[in-house]
């Protein structure tokens, strides 16, 4: 396990951790035949395949196609790592390492993971509060819309105004072409833009509180943390000895900020960098909170996964489940059944 961070400022960047609690999922799992509950453990989707708790990511797929984000989890996949993918996140460290740099820290626990977490939000809450205005990279949690489901997110960038005392997100998208997205790509980034926002809103608001994080990541908050851990709390000027005290600190010192204002995706061409848009987004909590109980709903087997409708036909075409996707082959067959019944009919 390793965590990177900065010796002598004060952001520390989570990298990589053994156990998969602290990086973004890549969604394979064990073979599985019916998206509902598992015959033998009886586990819904959320605990089968991500452990009792989302990713923000996890929306922006199933917004695309809930039933490939199905079979990524049930169906054998090869996961490319190619020069596009490469590039992409190299351009996000890049941006990343010119807000902060980074040094690395020992990890020996589960709380030791989620304290570098607490630790990366405190030095974006520090940085704006000492008059800083810009922070990469910031993690946000909580359980949105008393849903009692745990998300996980990574806000792309904030920026602080402290005229206005006010704070924007902004989501950063990179393009293999030299164009925007479609519509319906679009889409998915707004939406997940606004699930930051709504997370580190309640953050703010103080509606996250330490025992509903402890409870959803089975996480002991009396447990010492780690030595490495203690002393980049203590350069932090905190004397917190545990997630308890450190959490403590942490959603106090929120509390001092205020709710994100305004929402941008930025759309950056990879190969040159340059921006193609950088689009503002009007955040709509009623929307939001429709959508998120809906998907919610595949997680808590309460309903089949959704593939894509006939007009959004042409994702299949690069999809890579394409030939075994019963979806797809029902669709079509009832889209073959409707144009014969409407030529019988003349
Ligand atoms: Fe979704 Fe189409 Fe892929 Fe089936 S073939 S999983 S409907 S994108």
Wanted: glycine letters at 8%; one cysteine or more.
């Amino acid at each position: 396990t390793n965590l990177w961070g900065d010796d002598d400022d004060d952001l520390l960047l989570f990298h990589a951790v053994a156990d998969g609690v602290g990086e973004e999922p890549t969604g394979q799992g064990e073979c599985g035949r019916f998206p509902g509950k598992d015959a033998d453990t009886q586990l819904v989707p959320l605990e089968k395949f991500r452990h009792g708790y989302l990713w923000v990511s996890d929306f922006g797929q199933q917004m695309w196609c809930e039933q490939k984000v199905f079979y990524t989890f049930t169906l054998p996949t090869v996961v490319e790592e190619d020069v596009k993918m490469m590039k992409g996140t190299g351009l996000h460290l890049a941006r990343e390492l010119a807000a902060h740099e980074t040094v690395p820290v020992n990890i020996t626990s589960s709380e030791d993971i989620w304290a570098v977490k607490i630790l990366n939000l405190l030095a974006t809450i520090q940085n704006f509060l000492n008059g800083g205005l810009l922070a990469r990279e910031i993690p946000v949690f909580g359980a949105p819309f008393s849903e009692d489901v745990f998300m996980v997110g990574i806000i792309d960038e904030l920026r602080f105004d402290p005229e206005s005392y006010t704070i924007d997100l902004s989501e950063l998208k990179t393009r293999t072409t030299k164009s925007n997205p479609s519509k319906c790509q679009q889409k998915q980034h707004e939406v997940q833009a606004m699930l930051y926002k709504k997370l580190f809103d309640d953050l703010v608001k103080g509606v996250t509180s330490k025992e509903l994080v402890a409870r959803h990541l089975k996480l002991d908050l009396g447990r010492p943390l780690g030595e490495s851990i203690r002393q980049h709390v203590d350069k932090h000027g905190l004397s917190a000895v545990s997630l308890d005290g450190l959490m403590d600190h942490i959603f106090g010192m929120i509390q001092g900020l205020t709710c994100i204002s305004q929402l941008f995706v930025e759309y950056v061409f990879q190969d040159t960098h340059e921006t193609l848009s950088h689009n503002e987004i009007q955040y709509c909590e009623s929307d939001l909170e429709g959508q998120f109980k809906h998907y919610l709903q595949f997680w808590r087997s309460q309903r089949l996964a959704e593939g894509v409708e006939i007009e959004e036909a042409w994702k299949c075409q690069k999809c890579e489940f394409a030939s075994v996707c019963d979806w797809r082959k029902r669709k079509g067959e009832e889209y073959a059944m409707k144009n014969m019944e409407k030529n019988r009919l003349g």
